[in-house]
């Protein structure tokens, strides 16, 4: 959802690349991950954000990592344990290993004991996570980190949140705005089919704006952003919508009129 940019293909004057980096864009964790890891700072928010939550084993953390943020089998322990590693050095985490009694000289025991390593949030972690909470600057709206700084929203600062979603919202608007002249230009190149594609990209962005329009109406007024509407593809039924909606409605169609959709049936 947040790697799609069909513009990078199209001004290469290939627009198959496009096509194909769109359809590769779902699978692309194991990059995303990696480029985390090099960062160090969105992967190092969502381990602290789920300390914060509760303790827990390393397979633990891993698994809940993975199904909250939909990394899948991408985020593996040799991107998690670095990470934890370096949060123990910064004693922003602790291990509670087991007790003294218990240690064994075999190796299959010291296995043991490692997975039953337990890792807690220290009160330096606590600063820590709050000092990455309140940063709102362009890389928390970026398709890497947004996600994850959403699922913390409940910790975030109004203001803080506010920003975000604008943020988002400028940003994905803006690559409309490129997506939209590149699709003018190259689609006589493409068959319906691979039109289709792009269009479909196009929509899914569009339906993101959409949500982000919403909860930013919601963040203004101060009732709470997140509700059963507020999910990407929601469209506000009438008695819900604002004039900021609208005026977008009015935007995107006057898009649309001026797209040119070649008729490419039989003869073409």
Not at 128 to 150: H, I, M
Not at 158 to 170: K, M, S, T, Y
């Amino acid at each position: 959802m947040y790697q799609f940019d069909m513009c990078k293909g199209c001004e290469s004057g290939r627009p198959d690349i496009a096509v194909r980096r769109h359809l590769e864009a779902p699978n692309r964790e194991t990059g995303t991950v990696r480029r985390m890891a090099r960062r160090g700072g969105v992967l190092e928010l969502a381990v602290l954000g789920l300390l914060h939550e509760a303790p827990m084993h390393g397979y633990e953390l891993r698994k809940r990592l993975n199904a909250r943020f939909g990394w899948g089998r991408a985020l593996s322990y040799g991107s998690l344990y670095p990470c934890l590693k370096s949060l123990l050095a910064r004693d922003c985490v602790r291990e509670d290993s087991p007790a003294d009694g218990d240690d064994r000289t075999t190796a299959g025991t010291a296995a043991r004991r490692r997975a039953r390593i337990v890792y807690r949030l220290t009160p330096a972690g606590e600063q820590r996570l709050t000092e990455l909470l309140a940063e709102g600057g362009p890389s928390a709206w970026d398709d890497d980190n947004f996600g994850v700084r959403f699922a913390f929203f409940a910790r975030t600062d109004a203001a803080v949140r506010l920003r975000i979603l604008e943020g988002r919202r400028r940003r994905l608007e803006e690559r409309l705005d490129r997506t939209r002249a590149q699709l003018h230009r190259t689609q006589e190149r493409l068959d319906t089919y691979a039109v289709e594609l792009q269009r479909h990209g196009v929509e899914s962005v569009e339906r993101e704006v959409h949500w982000l329009s919403d909860l930013i109406a919601s963040e203004r007024v101060g009732r709470p952003a997140v509700t059963d509407r507020a999910a990407p593809g929601y469209y506000p039924t009438e008695e819900h919508r604002t004039e900021e909606h609208r005026t977008e409605d009015h935007h995107i169609q006057v898009h649309r009129t001026q797209e040119h959709r070649p008729d490419r049936g039989e003869g073409s």
